[in-house]
């Protein structure tokens, strides 16, 4: 197809359906929202980005457990591998990918962690048995078998077998307040929509890039 339905065709496919909102997190969510009803598993999973002592990248899939005004929350062990680098640079990036929807949200941004309010909250909520594997497990240290670890696992198995299982003190979580957020969503013809919106003050400022 030539001439002007050809223009007509390739405008349609440039407009998208996100480029007039001016409000990042809503946009986020609203996706999120089509994500748990069409990716078969984790939605929330997200590609976490830090860097080690070395200023080497370092990455790694985890799973969002919280979202709001304020950023993105995930947890895990303070010892571990992520942790550490966390400690030592508090920034971060994220990547969500939704192949079912074609999209994918990038996110860049300061850390910080949560309270240890929001962390026992959240604790509280897991499955007891992923509340004693955090007791057991020593994330991203070396691990001489499985064995060993079988055995932590039973050993706070029974410690814990009566009762509610406490928070591990080693154990809590990080927000990533976004500094920018950029949406991407696969069109045909590699005609793709990609907006980012920055941080600006109080408010957000948005652009649209070339695919």
Same mark, same amino acid.
């Given at each position: 197809?030539?001439?002007?339905?050809?223009?007509?065709?390739?405008?349609?496919?440039?407009?998208?359906?996100?480029?007039?909102?001016?409000?990042?997190?809503?946009?986020?969510?609203?996706?999120?929202?089509?994500?748990?009803?069409?990716?078969?598993?984790?939605?929330? #999973?997200? #590609?976490?980005?830090?860097? @080690?002592?070395?200023?080497?990248?370092?990455?790694?899939?985890?799973?969002?457990?919280? +979202? @709001?005004?304020?950023?993105?929350? +995930?947890?895990?062990?303070?010892?571990?591998?992520?942790?550490?680098?966390?400690?030592?640079?508090?920034?971060?990036?994220?990547? &969500?990918?939704?192949?079912?929807?074609?999209?994918?949200?990038?996110?860049?941004?300061?850390?910080?962690?949560?309270? @240890?309010?929001?962390? @026992?909250?959240? +604790?509280?909520?897991?499955? =007891? /048995?992923? /509340?004693?594997?955090?007791?057991?497990? =020593? /994330?991203?240290?070396?691990?001489?078998?499985?064995?060993? &670890?079988?055995?932590?696992?039973?050993?706070?198995?029974?410690?814990? #077998?009566?009762?509610?299982?406490?928070?591990?003190?080693?154990?809590?979580?990080?927000?990533?307040?976004?500094?920018?957020?950029?949406?991407?969503?696969?069109?045909?013809?590699?005609?793709?929509?990609?907006?980012?919106?920055?941080?600006?003050?109080?408010?957000?400022? =948005?652009?649209?890039?070339?695919?």
């Amino acid at each position: 197809m030539n001439g002007p339905e050809s223009i007509k065709r390739t405008s349609e496919l440039i407009s998208g359906d996100f480029t007039e909102s001016g409000e990042p997190l809503e946009l986020f969510s609203a996706w999120l929202n089509e994500a748990t009803a069409s990716e078969p598993n984790d939605p929330n #999973a997200m #590609a976490l980005a830090t860097v @080690d002592a070395d200023g080497m990248p370092d990455v790694r899939m985890v799973l969002m457990k919280g +979202f @709001d005004a304020e950023g993105f929350v +995930f947890y895990s062990h303070i010892a571990s591998a992520k942790g550490r680098e966390l400690a030592a640079n508090p920034k971060a990036a994220l990547l &969500f990918h939704w192949k079912s929807l074609r999209r994918q949200v990038r996110v860049r941004g300061l850390v910080s962690p949560v309270s @240890d309010a929001e962390a @026992d909250v959240y +604790f509280a909520t897991r499955p =007891k /048995q992923a /509340q004693i594997g955090a007791w057991a497990s =020593k /994330q991203s240290q070396p691990l001489e078998s499985r064995m060993a &670890f079988e055995k932590a696992i039973a050993v706070n198995a029974a410690r814990y #077998a009566i009762g509610e299982v406490p928070r591990p003190p080693g154990w809590s979580g990080w927000r990533i307040v976004p500094q920018e957020i950029e949406f991407w969503h696969d069109r045909p013809f590699r005609l793709h929509d990609r907006i980012v919106f920055r941080r600006s003050g109080g408010s957000w400022e =948005k652009t649209r890039l070339y695919p």
